[in-house]
């Protein structure tokens, strides 16, 4: 089992930054991919950005490709999410997963565990 849980979610003005942090604990969590989805109100969860296991591999949404950075820590078992210019659209529940897929995947299907998710709100 490995446990995930979010933070630093919060409120923001449009153009503003957030990093979000997802803190693991259970199994080695360095053996796992990692991704972050997001769900806003009255929509399906969609995939947001996704890491390796070691790091050497990263993926992202287009919509925010060039705005969001993932990063792991192994050392300190933590997964980033640094957020920038962020938008109205990125308003959403945000979620860290944890997949077997080592080299990473953005398919929502292959993620085994996930956390409770972290409320981001981005004002215009």
């Known amino acids: 089992q490995v446990q995930l849980v979010e933070s630093g979610g919060g409120l923001v003005q449009a153009g503003g930054s957030l990093r979000l942090s997802c803190a693991a604990s259970?199994?080695?969590?360095?053996?796992?991919?990692t991704g972050w989805f997001r769900q806003a109100p009255g929509k399906e969860r969609e995939f947001v950005a996704a890491?390796?296991?070691?790091?050497?591999?990263?993926y992202y949404a287009d919509s925010v490709k060039g705005r969001f950075t993932i990063s792991r820590d192994n050392a300190k078992n933590t997964v980033y999410l640094q957020m920038n210019s962020l938008k109205p659209e990125d308003t959403a529940v945000y979620y860290c997963?944890?997949?077997?897929?080592?080299?990473?995947?953005?398919?929502?299907?292959?993620?085994?565990?996930w956390g409770q998710g972290t409320q981001v709100t981005v004002s215009s």
């Open positions: 997963a944890a997949s077997s897929i080592l080299v990473g995947t953005t398919n929502l299907s292959q993620y085994d565990y």
């Open positions: 259970g199994r080695t969590f360095s053996r796992y991919a």
């Open positions: 890491i390796s296991w070691t790091g050497g591999r990263t």
